[in-house]
């Protein structure tokens, strides 16, 4: 970051340049982003039961269910009643007051620093995860998992409907400020994403989610 902070003070682009083992140069130019998207809502006017079954959390309620996915792509609909969430997922919701989360076991109810301990304890780098997946859904973007990507999350800018979703236009994953990339790492994650055409947004975690555009460039 220091180094982009550097170019930028100076009005100059911060370009990597790559030397492989066959000698041949690759360059990556690398910009810090400003994603937004177009979703007016971020989320139903609701309160309904949800119950933490271990890394995921299931919403009962039919109406409920309908409307998350609906209004704003949250989860998976297990069937006509019950919807899916991931963990980033239940606690957005959680801590917005949307959802009220139990236990299975002892139907204890947790508040939003029960559930994101046990959380982190499921997932090690889930409080990672949840601080990029909430500044995601505030720039009013629609992050889901990147899995199949390799990522954290893909993402969309609207999502009018879940039976008409576009094609995600960006594929996140999120690191500490201290990361040190692996250059075979970072160019298939670039390649992957080109490939597939979306931009490939690197989230750090610092005091506010900054995102890094790493975009292969000829010269």
Not at 180 to 189: D, G, I, K, N, Q
Request: aromatic share 10%.
């Amino acid at each position: 970051m220091k180094n982009l902070e550097s170019a930028c003070n100076v009005h100059k682009h911060l370009i990597i340049a790559v030397v492989d083992e066959e000698s041949d140069i690759t360059y990556y130019e690398v910009q810090e982003s400003d994603p937004a998207g177009n979703m007016e809502q971020l989320y139903p006017s609701l309160h309904t039961p949800a119950t933490m079954l271990e890394d995921r959390v299931i919403v009962w309620d039919g109406e409920a269910s309908g409307k998350l996915y609906e209004n704003g792509f949250y989860g998976k609909p297990l069937d006509q009643k019950r919807l899916q969430l991931s963990l980033v997922e239940g606690a957005f919701l959680l801590k917005n007051n949307i959802i009220e989360v139990t236990t299975r076991k002892d139907d204890n109810k947790l508040n939003f620093d029960e559930f994101c301990e046990r959380a982190t304890h499921i997932e090690p780098l889930f409080q990672r995860k949840y601080r990029v997946y909430e500044d995601l859904r505030t720039r009013k973007l629609v992050p889901k998992t990147g899995f199949k990507f390799g990522t954290h999350f893909r993402i969309y800018s609207e999502v009018k409907s879940p039976s008409e979703i576009a094609h995600s236009e960006y594929l996140a994953h999120s690191i500490g400020t201290q990361h040190e990339f692996s250059l075979p790492v970072m160019s298939r994650a670039i390649r992957l994403a080109n490939s597939v055409r979306k931009k490939m947004l690197f989230a750090i975690e610092a005091d506010e989610i900054r995102h890094i555009d790493i975009t292969r460039v000829k010269m």
